[in-house]
């Protein structure tokens, strides 16, 4: 129990590290070849920190037997745009509002409207049909709406390619060759692209071999805690393999960038949305009720909720995303309660 822990702690603290990396690699990428901020923060960032929380339900299901196993994956697919929606909105409306205070201006999210309006449009059509379309119809074959969920996600793609958007803001040197330069073994200037890459092929191994560390030792804590793996995995999992989006999303608020840090996290959930809920629906029962089912309510509400307000309102308040941290801690409260 004791070393389980210990190394969920590991975990958490390499995924931490190498999202830094990621990110501060994705910028300087997008920089490079022109992209927009959409681009950058709704599609590069977004899948490439999605990819431990994609792995690890694929590694529960394909790698490991049992009902428990195929259990833990379902919640970590689940998991994974509920806590993005919730936790993860309540820390952007907070960096923002920190943010508001350093540079004394009045609380806003100042994030691209029409890109936050196309990822919540999204993120709601997809996730809905996925969790709602296999309750109403529980005998129709799934492979059909797993195709549609991906051809969704391709069209997103496109779309959000084709869109206008402001250009990347200012961005820091890239972290791999920082030591190098300071230490006079290489001159001040822009590194190559393959530096770049490197350092982002880096960190996003890194962070899978966290995730899957992470995975491994999960049903034992759950197990010892004597709670549902998929509960367990509702709550638990999804802090180690959301916290990329997290951690990029802070970072980038606090710097002012907060369409590239909501981008980053809208887009993430587009993406939870679609690839892995259509292994999860291909592979796995898919009974989506209970407490699972709240999550999945509680997730498509608040991505409700900020979608009415971005088509409303002139501005987006702070305390509008904060208000997902609420919906996660009375989730969690309720969720420990029945333990």
Not at 170 to 186: D, Q, S, T, Y
Not at 238 to 258: M, Q, R, Y
Not at 284 to 307: D, F, H, Q
Not at 312 to 320: E, F, G, L, Q, Y
Request: contains cysteine; hydrophobic residues 55%; charged residues 15%.
């Amino acid at each position: 129990m004791g070393i389980a822990l210990l190394f969920l702690l590991l975990s958490l603290g390499m995924i931490l590290l190498a999202a830094e990396g990621f990110t501060n690699g994705i910028e300087i990428v997008g920089r490079r070849l022109s992209f927009s901020q959409a681009v950058v923060g709704s599609i590069l960032a977004a899948v490439g920190t999605a990819l431990p929380e994609t792995i690890l339900p694929l590694v529960a299901i394909f790698a490991h037997n049992g009902s428990a196993s195929k259990e833990i994956g379902v919640g970590a697919i689940l998991g994974a745009p509920f806590m993005l929606a919730t936790i993860g909105f309540f820390l952007i409306g907070v960096s923002a509002w920190v943010a508001s205070l350093r540079a004394g201006r009045v609380p806003e999210v100042r994030a691209d409207r029409r890109t936050l309006r196309r990822d919540l449009f999204f993120f709601l059509l997809m996730y809905g049909a996925a969790v709602f379309l296999p309750i109403l119809f529980p005998y129709a074959p799934r492979w059909p709406l797993a195709c549609l969920l991906v051809a969704g996600y391709i069209f997103y793609v496109f779309r959000t390619a084709a869109s206008d958007s402001a250009p990347l803001e200012h961005f820091e040197g890239l972290h791999i060759v920082k030591f190098p330069e300071k230490m006079g073994w290489i001159e001040k200037k822009d590194a190559p692209l393959r530096w770049s890459l490197l350092q982002i092929a880096g960190s996003l191994g890194v962070m899978v071999f966290a995730a899957q560390i992470f995975v491994r030792h999960l049903e034992v804590v759950s197990v010892a805690f004597g709670m549902d793996p998929l509960l367990f995995a509702l709550l638990l999992a999804p802090i180690a393999t959301e916290l990329p989006e997290k951690f990029n999303s802070v970072t980038w608020t606090l710097k002012g960038k907060d369409t590239l840090a909501v981008g980053n996290m809208t887009g993430a959930m587009v993406f939870q949305s679609t690839f892995p809920v259509s292994v999860g629906l291909l592979f796995t029962p898919w009974k989506v009720e209970g407490m699972a089912l709240v999550s999945a309510v509680l997730a498509l509400s608040s991505a409700a909720v900020l979608l009415y307000v971005t088509v409303t309102r002139p501005k987006i308040s702070p305390w509008v995303m904060m208000l997902g941290g609420g919906l996660y801690a009375a989730y969690a409260v309720v969720v420990i309660g029945m333990k």
